[in-house]
C-alpha cells in the first residue's frame, strides 16, 4: 500500500500562485503515475493533471493549461501541483493519487490510492 498526504491548500486572492504538494510512503514511489484531481462543492471529481513514472510524462487538463503544472521529485517521493493565476471557479478540494496504469490516466477509476485532500480556496 501506498499513503498519500497533500499539504498546502489555503485561502488566496485571484491571480494569485499557489504550490501544493504531496508525500508518498509505503510503496516504491517511482512505480506509481501520479495524478492530480479536485472536487468543487456539488461537483464530480474532476481531472487535473498527472505525471507518469517513465521519464517525467506529464498531462495537464485542457482548461487548465498554461496555469497548472505537475512535477516530482522522486527522490524525494514528492509530486508537485504549481497553480498560477489562480480563479474563484479554481476553489476546491485537491486530491492527490497514485496509479498503476500506464500512460498518463484521466479517470478517477485508473487511480488506487489517494491523498486525504486539501482545500484551496479563491477570492474574487
Known amino acids: 500500500q501506498v499513503q498519500l498526504v497533500e499539504s498546502g491548500g489555503g485561502l488566496v486572492q485571484a491571480g494569485d500562485s499557489l504550490g501544493l504538494s504531496c508525500a508518498a510512503s509505503g510503496r516504491t514511489f517511482t512505480t506509481y503515475t501520479m495524478g492530480w484531481f479536485r472536487q468543487a462543492p456539488g461537483r464530480e471529481r474532476e481531472f487535473v493533471g498527472c505525471i507518469s513514472h517513465s521519464y517525467g510524462v506529464t498531462k495537464i487538463a485542457g482548461a487548465l493549461k498554461g496555469r497548472f503544472t505537475t512535477s516530482r521529485d522522486n527522490a524525494k517521493s514528492t509530486v508537485y501541483l504549481q497553480m498560477n493565476n489562480l480563479k474563484p471557479e479554481d476553489t476546491a478540494v485537491y486530491y492527490c493519487?497514485?496509479?498503476?496504469?500506464?500512460?498518463?490516466?484521466?479517470?478517477?477509476?485508473?487511480?488506487?490510492?489517494w491523498g486525504q485532500g486539501t482545500q484551496v480556496t479563491v477570492s474574487s
Open positions: 493519487a497514485a496509479s498503476t496504469s500506464v500512460g498518463v490516466p484521466t479517470s478517477t477509476l485508473q487511480y488506487q490510492y
